[in-house]
């Protein structure tokens, strides 16, 4: 009981960061204090860049969702690791061939592939694709082409600031290196919870709840992000 | 991958997976698709008032009650008309608002060189201080509309640049009020309009 209890208190903490985050930035005087601190800025702007990219990991839904999937049922920390390094190396890749070859994807698509990403990773994890089909994609090669996609992701939000010309490379490898700070911080909070999550009794029947609720979430990302195509199209 | 747990059938994988869909379908139709966009094809957008935050939906300020709006006040202060024009650093923000009796109206504009964060609000008169009336908010280019003051207060513009260059946003005004302050950089500018404009 007392375990859940504390699973729930550190579930709420995570959630009460990212909405914190998602929401302060839009509160009454809190930009004064970011505005001194970037207009002491010259140059290369790295602490914002830096900034901005891990606000955006952590604040961005779709990416949490798949790296919830991802490490669902990896239990030893090399696998974690092994799989969230191919992750970042696809997102990498794209972002910075994204950003520098200014290669402008359109971002509804991309976010409705990102939304695709997930459903698959939480199908895979019910056990569909062996299940079903008999036949299951490498867990490893989807993880790393998905990862491209959310870099491309992550190359149309930036591409999205109007970016200055002078001190693009530095501003991007900032905005790089603060997404992956971002997602070492989100990935910390999602292992403790799983790790609680595993050691109580039942957990087999509520994961695959919860990557069922996954789907739910990944197919929502998809029609939420083609109707935007449509509209905006 | 599905390490230490017993494989769920496949009937309970696709019951699953169907199920995902039809929820996420059902969500989508109820409510992602109003609230976001204004599609509303059930028309639960409407039943739930979430078409009105999809910004397709005229913005307009909290209705007036219906005494004040077919009574058609006449105005005691001057018509006014006002340009006001900010260039906003990273991450910098500014508030611009005019003082309104109530059922004065203002008629605006707003444009801006890129994307900025914006609420529109009013401090109602004696209201605790902090306290607002939030009208509409939200992250785009411009903004439009008339508004009639339901409060003599100050009502106004929180604009926010969240990107990383100097965005430049240019308010249009034409209305009733006398007096407008601009809150910048801890610093408050107030403005007063003349009495009788220049003809």
């Known amino acids: 009981m007392s375990g859940r209890v504390r699973s729930i208190v550190l579930l709420a903490i995570a959630g009460i960061i990212v909405v914190c985050w998602g929401d302060g930035a839009f509160a009454h005087g809190v930009s004064r204090r970011d505005a001194a601190f970037v207009s002491s800025v010259s140059g290369p702007a790295i602490a914002p860049f830096g900034y901005l990219g891990a606000k955006h990991m952590v604040t961005g839904y779709d990416h949490l969702m798949f790296l919830v999937g991802v490490i669902f049922f990896l239990y030893r920390l090399g696998d974690v690791v092994k799989y969230v390094s191919l992750f970042t190396i696809g997102h990498s890749l794209t972002l910075m061939a994204g950003v520098l070859g200014d290669i402008r994807a359109n971002a509804y698509l991309i976010d409705a592939v990102i939304g695709l990403s997930v459903v698959y990773k939480g199908f895979e994890n019910v056990g569909g694709f062996q299940t079903l089909f008999g036949v299951a994609p490498n867990p490893r090669v989807a993880v790393l082409v998905f990862g491209l996609f959310h870099g491309f992701g992550l190359a149309t939000k930036l591409q999205e600031l109007a970016l200055p010309a002078r001190g693009l490379v530095a501003n991007l490898l900032s905005f790089n290196v603060g997404v992956e700070i971002g997602q070492g911080l989100a990935l910390t909070a999602v292992l403790i919870a799983l790790t609680h999550w595993r050691s109580r009794h039942g957990f087999s029947r509520h994961a695959f709840a919860a990557n069922a609720l996954l789907m739910t979430g990944g197919f929502i990302l998809i029609g939420f992000q083609l109707a935007g195509y449509a509209v905006n199209r | ?199």
């Open chain 2, 1 to 199: 991958m599905n390490a230490g747990a017993t494989a769920p059938s496949r009937r309970r994988i696709a019951m699953a997976t169907l199920l995902a869909l039809c929820a996420a379908v059902a969500i989508l139709f109820v409510a992602v698709l109003p609230a976001e966009y204004g599609i509303d094809p059930l028309g639960t957008g409407r039943m739930l008032g979430l078409t009105a935050l999809s910004g397709t939906v005229e913005q307009v300020a909290p209705s007036l009650s219906a005494s004040v709006a077919s009574a058609a006040p006449e105005q005691s202060v001057a018509m006014q008309q006002d340009v006001y024009e900010v260039e906003l650093r990273p991450f910098e923000g500014v508030e611009y608002k005019y003082r309104l009796e109530l059922a004065a109206g203002l008629v605006y504009a707003w444009t801006a060189s890129a994307s900025v964060g914006y609420e529109f609000h009013g401090e109602p008169d004696g209201a605790p201080p902090k306290y607002f009336d939030s009208y509409n908010k939200g992250v785009g280019v411009e903004g439009h509309g008339t508004f009639i003051a339901a409060k003599a207060g100050i009502h106004g513009w929180f604009w926010e640049n969240k990107g990383a260059t100097r965005v430049k946003v240019r308010l249009r005004t034409t209305g009733f009020y006398a007096k407008s302050t601009e809150y910048r950089d801890g610093d408050r500018i107030e403005r007063r309009f003349p009495a009788a404009p220049p003809r």
